[in-house]
């Protein structure tokens, strides 16, 4: 089966090609114009993913090497995400369905990023512990099978690529936050700063980030860099102690759920130094990355999860709607 997977819940255009659980080509625009902003403006993401689709579509096929005719079935996300994006690419899907005259299929985003893990190493036993870690979510969930997840416990406010993303802002550095963040902490000294971790000594499984954000606030309002600290050590405790909570939280439910296999997904997956102190916290664990280009949002993870739907005879009808605020149904 071949499946063409649409991606356009944010700011990345993405279009995929999946046969028979191979992904023959994925293609990921980022909008570079919200870097002026400091973050993703809605309308004008919209607006890009519109410009954008139809080539990136077209590529996708030349790059998979199959005609529009081979196509079987479409894959789109329709939530969570920004209901501009979504509507954008939703109407793309479905007007190629109807040329077509293939099947569609809706997407939840966030599921999606749990089974990117499955795209690469398709070893993975159930069940698994997911911990879902972007700029929109941070969330631990014990996967038992497909379509069977249980939510294990989520954050209270900010999501940490969010915490990233808005520390980034404070430091004066660019967007998106994780990666501004993750480079400019390389010569800086993780232990200098203690801000606080917030949750950390709690036996729920829950985050909060809007208290070191705002402990940040504070900090940088009477830092001096020619003083005891520089902007790197800054910008590497406040790191680590994002990365403290998350790996909390991970060990927390590997003990109360007694599962031993744990994957990472989402954006914030692409952090080094969460992936090497990951593997340095749990080494009697199987820990599972994705690939670094399956982390960010992208369509491969779209169209693989359709196959895998179609294949188990789903599918949605024409008239589905978008849903900013998709949930994962639980069990």
Wanted: glycine fraction near 8%; aromatic fraction near 6%; include cysteine.
């Amino acid at each position: 089966m071949i499946v063409l997977g649409i991606e356009t819940s944010c700011d990345e255009t993405a279009v995929s090609i999946c046969k028979d659980g191979e992904i023959l080509s994925n293609i990921i625009s980022s909008q570079t114009v919200h870097s002026e902003f400091g973050g993703v403006v809605p309308e004008i993401a919209s607006r890009e993913h519109e410009r954008l689709l139809n080539n990136i579509a077209i590529k996708a096929i030349k790059d998979a090497s199959i005609k529009i005719d081979d196509i079987d079935g479409i894959a789109v996300t329709n939530g969570p995400g920004l209901a501009g994006s979504l509507l954008t690419g939703v109407s793309f899907a479905k007007g190629l369905a109807l040329g077509l005259r293939v099947k569609i299929i809706s997407i939840n985003h966030l599921e999606a990023h749990i089974m990117a893990n499955l795209l690469d190493k398709s070893n993975i036993n159930f069940p698994f512990l997911c911990l879902l870690v972007s700029g929109g979510h941070t969330q631990v969930w014990s996967i038992n099978k497909l379509d069977d997840y249980v939510l294990l416990g989520e954050t209270r406010d900010d999501a940490a690529g969010e915490a990233f993303d808005k520390g980034a802002r404070i430091m004066g550095l660019g967007y998106p936050g994780g990666p501004e963040i993750e480079e400019c902490a390389i010569d800086g000294n993780p232990k200098l700063i203690n801000f606080p971790r917030a949750l950390i000594k709690s036996n729920k499984i829950e985050f909060s980030f809007s208290g070191v954000k705002t402990s940040l606030l504070y900090f940088m309002d009477s830092f001096n860099e020619s003083k005891r600290y520089s902007i790197a050590d800054v910008a590497a405790s406040y790191q680590q102690a994002i990365i403290d909570c998350l790996i909390n939280k991970i060990e927390l439910a590997i003990v109360q759920t007694g599962i031993n296999i744990v994957t990472i997904a989402g954006g914030v997956a692409k952090n080094s130094v969460l992936r090497n102190q990951i593997k340095k916290t749990f080494p009697k664990n199987k820990i599972i990355f994705p690939d670094m280009t399956y982390c960010t949002d992208n369509a491969a993870m779209i169209s693989f999860l359709g196959e895998i739907k179609f294949n188990l005879g789903s599918q949605s009808r024409l008239d589905f709607g978008i849903i900013p605020n998709f949930q994962l149904e639980l069990n």
